[in-house]
């Protein structure tokens, strides 16, 4: 019983560099999000999806970009990495209407 | 926009004290509020939730009370133990929408025997 899982847990870039995160729910929830967590800062929305194949933006979408290709999978795509970037991010799950399931989070550093 | 506002921590406290951490939120409409809890090293957990005025949210001791005249989610627990020390996220979600949470800034709670 996996719930929510996310990969890599870690990482170091360099600047410019690009790189997946890759989030995957055995749960067969509907919606998926991707949330980066910042000292002092809470956790804020990157994007979100409520289905296969669809996505929106959400309150910090700059530099990101997002892809639903399967119900199961959510990633999380970083073009040209920068020092801003460097962050946890959390991706989560839910049925519609219903609290979400978080994953483990993705350390990310960049240089 | 929404907007949840949480005491800043860390909140320091002996084994077996009250506790109390502060919400206060800023919302259109009716959303659903939630307590979320990170253990070190780990994702978020749903602690409780309430989705509607009135209605009390518990969860391994811990409550909270959805007050719409005074906006506010407060978290209580009556007897904290050292397993307790995490950090605590306030959040409100819409429930018209997509479910996306807003969230508080956290307060860390250290515990000690």
């Known amino acids: 019983n996996a719930g929510v899982t996310q990969t890599p847990k870690f990482r170091v870039l360099k600047t410019g560099q690009s790189m997946t995160l890759l989030c995957a729910q055995d749960?067969?929830?509907?919606?998926m999000y991707w949330y980066r967590q910042d000292p002092g800062m809470g956790l804020r929305l990157i994007h979100y999806?409520?289905?296969?194949?669809?996505?929106a933006k959400g309150e910090v979408p700059d530099g990101y970009n997002v892809s639903r290709l399967k119900k199961q999978n959510f990633l999380l795509g970083l073009e040209s990495a920068a020092p801003s970037q460097t962050s946890v991010y959390f991706c989560?799950?839910?049925?519609?209407?219903?609290?979400?399931?978080f994953g483990d989070g993705t350390r990310l550093s960049i240089l | 926009g929404d907007s949840v506002t949480q005491m800043e921590g860390p909140v320091t406290l002996s084994e077996e004290a009250f506790l109390t951490i502060n919400c206060t939120y800023t919302?259109?409409?009716?959303?659903?509020l939630f307590w979320y809890v990170q253990y070190p090293g780990e994702g978020l957990q749903l602690l409780l939730k309430?989705?509607?005025?009135?209605d009390k949210g518990s969860n391994k001791g811990f409550e909270a009370t959805y007050r719409k005249e005074t906006t506010s989610f407060h978290l209580e627990k009556g007897s904290v133990q050292v397993s307790d020390s995490a950090v605590y996220f306030c959040?409100?979600?819409?429930?018209?929408?997509?479910?996306?949470?807003?969230f508080g800034k956290g307060t860390m709670l250290l515990v000690s025997p």
């Open positions: 749960m067969n929830h509907e919606y």
């Open positions: 919302a259109t409409g009716y959303p659903s």
């Open positions: 309430a989705t509607k005025a009135d």
């Open positions: 999806s409520v289905g296969e194949g669809t996505t």
């Open positions: 989560a799950s839910s049925p519609r209407g219903q609290p979400q399931h």
């Open positions: 959040a409100l979600s819409d429930p018209t929408g997509y479910s996306t949470l807003t």
